[in-house]
């Protein structure tokens, strides 16, 4: 069990992803996809799970930040990540074809040849349950291990509704934990489906949320688990 503490004293801010900042943000993703079942899936094994899951991280965030605002952070002011986010735009979140090809030798390495092929097939499986109507696209939602509770999570989903909302956009996401799902409705989310994922893999559960008009948002309470999967 991951200790909770309370935000730091000086308190954070929500922002943009900083290139340099890459490598840390996919070290804090590895920390809080530790036990997720989805990585364990992908990546069996416990031998260096945690370092090969943190280079998934990084090749996921070369897809996003060419997309503005693609990775956001929950970061205090001295520059320690708390939370991280990866986020697509409405028609923006599936890589082109040649992405996907230049990206295959280095997912190899990430997976071996059993994880690739799991991988492919999560991959896969996602691609046909994904809806076709115009969202954005949470991707992944990752939590500190250490601040998991603390409402850190929430202030950085939270800050990209409110978003969504002021444009009259929807969002989509997939989690992993049936656990999760209950953080996710307080937020307006709803289940569209139970995916079971091929060749024996796990559940996951596809989640739609609509706009919310007016200045009345939901998810004004903290705490809850923060963590969401990618893939």
Known sequence: ??????????????????????????????????????????????????????????????????????????ATGGGRLLAAALWSGPGRWKASGLQELAAVPHYARVFGARGLSRAAGVQNALHEAHPDAPHWYLSTLGTDPAMQGAGVGSTLLREQLAHCDRLGQSAYLESSKASNVPFYERFGFRVTRELRLPDGGPTLWTMWREPVPGPRRPGTVTGGPDRHPRR
């Open 1 to 74: 069990m991951n200790a909770r503490t309370a935000p730091p004293s000086s308190g954070y801010g929500i922002r943009c992803a900083r290139p340099a900042e890459a490598r840390a943000v996919a070290a804090l993703l590895a920390r809080a996809f530790a036990d997720d079942p989805v990585m364990a899936w992908m990546v069996p094994g416990p031998a260096g799970r945690e370092r090969r899951i943190a280079a998934f991280f990084g090749l996921a965030q070369r897809q996003q930040r060419p997309r503005a605002g693609g990775v956001r952070l929950a």
